[in-house]
């Protein structure tokens, strides 16, 4: 009886417990972006009642906000890794669905997270995010995350040498090691210049590679339009590498986002020197070219190649009869413009999205992949496909809720749960690939 009576004045005490003493654990509070974040609380009542709200601000000043709410377990502990809220901008088991569920301001229902201010502008250090727990609508516990955007040890060198528009970015440390790395060429979309590129070459170079932003138009004294864009800035960025002292020539590949995926794949099936390729979203058929600053949307499809090589215009198969092979998946409407892939010297990775309106990845990764093991490829290839996302998929843990609204010009397709899935994986696979097929 002294027992029972013992565990009831224990359990009454918990109960007593005043909200104050609740503790909200955060782990690492500092870390990369695409650095998963284990959030717990500890010292609540069994089955209590509370909310957790994360609020940043982006580089445009706008405010986001998502929050959930729990039941804490009969211990009166939560933890984000085993419980899903019963009410929030969420509603699954995820430990960062308070980061992807956030949603911007009222007033800007379609605005997209912003990382950088402004075309061009540099990127900012880190975002720093603003976690509070309340209780009974008070508040009881509050943290600070702080998510780097780049490691803080990286050297960059901006090189602007004829065709060659590129930033280099590297483990600083690699200059003096003694040892050769490997390097990956990195392009961005149709949405030219270098800001996208530049930080998909910072996030590379964060986990040890020495990454190279190569913009191939759009900037600089590059082609304004996407027409006729000579494949020379990846022939170039190749031969740059190649002749660092710091950088094992024969372990360079290249990373390509959408349209740079395309200009990746196609690179490489033309130059050896590539060994190994991850296209993310990127089309294996290269469709005609895009005039750009066409109001409303900015773009506006020519018809003329995308892209030269050896002086000449790359075989391309316009938008209207690419429709046409979508509604039938006749190949040979579209055999014109399909890329060699097979004479690509290495292993490759496709990352698709199953709901892609813009680029129909997920079609164009099953062709990919019918034409490697038709011509029996000699390396390694796969899909990473993801069911639910669109044409954005991006490593880390951004706020994707308007991804999918935020062009409506220009649809892409996606739900925000998809796309937080995606971008959740796709980030540690890129770089288990990378680090396995190059050395």
Known sequence: MKQIAAMFLAFAISLALPAG?????????????????????RNLTPD???????????????TWQSHAAFYSDPSGTLSLRDTAPFSGTYHCIDPMGLFWSMLPPSNKPTATFAVFPQKGAPATKKDVYHLTASVDGKNVADATIVRLLASPNLAVKEIRQGSLYADLYYPANFAHDGNRHPAIIVLGGSEGGIVTSAFVARWLASHGFVALAT????????????????????????????????????GIGAWGGSWGGTLALFSAAHLPGIHAIVSALGP???????????????YRSVDASPFLYSGKPVPFVFYKEYQKFLA?????????????????????????????????????ASIALNILRTHKHKF??????????????????????????????????????????????????TIAFFRQVLH
């Open 21 to 41: 003493a609740a503790t909200l654990e955060v782990h690492p509070q500092t870390a990369l972006f695409d650095q998963p974040v284990t959030i717990a609380m």
């Open 284 to 298: 294996v058929t290269i469709l005609n070219g895009i005039d750009r600053g066409v109001p409303p949307a900015d």
């Open 380 to 429: 390694p290839f796969r899909v990473l496909y993801y069911p639910n996302a669109g044409h954005i998929i991006f490593p880390g843990y951004w706020p994707s809720t308007t991804w999918a609204i935020a062009n409506k010009y220009i649809p892409v397709g996606g739900t925000p749960a998809g796309y937080g899935r995606a971008n959740a994986n796709v980030g540690p696979k």
């Open 215 to 250: 913009a191939w138009y759009h900037i600089g004294p590059l082609p304004t339009n996407m027409v006729d864009v000579p494949v020379k800035p990846v022939q170039e960025a190749l031969t740059y590498l190649q002749k660092l002292p710091f950088v094992n020539s024969e």
């Open 328 to 364: 039938s998946r006749d190949l040979s409407l579209i055999k014109k413009a399909l890329i060699p892939i097979w004479q690509i010297n290495g292993p490759v990775l496709f990352i698709a999205g199953g709901d892609d309106k813009l680029a129909s990845s997920g079609i164009e």
């Open 48 to 62: 209590q009642k509370v909310t957790l709200t994360l609020t940043a601000t982006d580089a445009k000043g706008n």
